[in-house]
């Protein structure tokens, strides 16, 4: 069995597809994902929502997707449901040496991949708003007879990311779902959350805080499995 690094590569394709579309909480558990590190130290992986042994065969595949707080600032709460409440605004680049300029939060993924048949699969990342109706595909790949566990902890203020007007300083919900797919390009299995930045009283287009089903443009990112390379992924934390 090989062991998968990280992300082989992320393939940065042009293409703009416009569609609307929903995310909502979707997993097989929430709760803590052991041996989840997302890529750092000291990330919380208490609160995952884990979509676990999706089986083909005699392979396996866990997807997990989380919220967490970026250095020191507010923490990250949920509702123990999928939904998580994070804190508009920038984080300014911390002491010596310095960091990348961010948002107060990032989202946190987790893909492990027990391919026992090589049959070969491919992960892809949506993301999106609900203040735009415009998706970008920026990658896809396949996977093809590899093994192990791919993670990272991204925030929306990236270049390779921001492809949906996302302003770090507004309030808004935002909605992340990992998909896995087989070599035909089949959907096997899904696992996804919402982060709430600020106050719902204060996001445009959201009539009261019941409504959590929102309009949300959104953003391929796919992972193709293995190696976007470990240092450049704790780099990006």
């Known amino acids: 069995m090989k062991k998968l690094l990280g992300l082989t590569s992320l393939f940065l394709t042009t293409g703009l597809a416009v569609f609307a579309t929903s995310i909502t909480p979707n997993y097989g558990s929430f709760g803590p994902l052991s041996g989840a590190t997302f890529g750092g130290s000291g990330i919380p992986n208490d609160a995952v929502a884990a979509t676990t042994k999706i089986v083909n065969g005699n392979d396996t595949i866990t997807l997990g997707l989380t919220a967490t707080a970026r250095y020191a600032n507010p923490t990250v709460g949920n509702n123990g449901a999928g939904t998580f409440f994070a804190t508009p605004g920038l984080n300014d680049g911390l002491g ?13 993924w987790y893909i492990n991949l027990a391919d026992n048949t090589t049959a070969g699969y ?23 007879n590899v093994s192990g566990t791919a993670q990272n902890s991204w925030n929306l203020n990236m270049g390779f ?42 996001i445009p287009g959201v009539p009261d805080a019941a409504s959590t089903a929102l309009l949300l443009g959104a953003g391929f990112l796919t992972l193709a499995v293995f190696g976007f390379g470990k240092n450049r992924l704790a780099l990006a934390k």
Request: aromatic fraction near 12%; charge should be negative.
């Open 161 to 202: 990311l921001n492809t949906i007007s996302f302003d770090p300083n507004a309030s808004a919900i935002y909605g992340f779902q990992l998909e896995a797919f087989d070599a035909a390009g089949a959907l096997l299995g899904t696992t996804a959350i919402n982060v709430q930045v600020g106050q719902l009283d204060e």
């Open 96 to 108: 010596s040496p310095s960091h990348d300029i961010g948002t107060t939060w990032n989202f946190d």
């Open 122 to 144: 491919s992960f892809a990342l949506l993301y999106g708003n609900n203040t735009t109706g415009a998706s970008t595909l920026l990658g896809f790949g396949p996977a093809s």
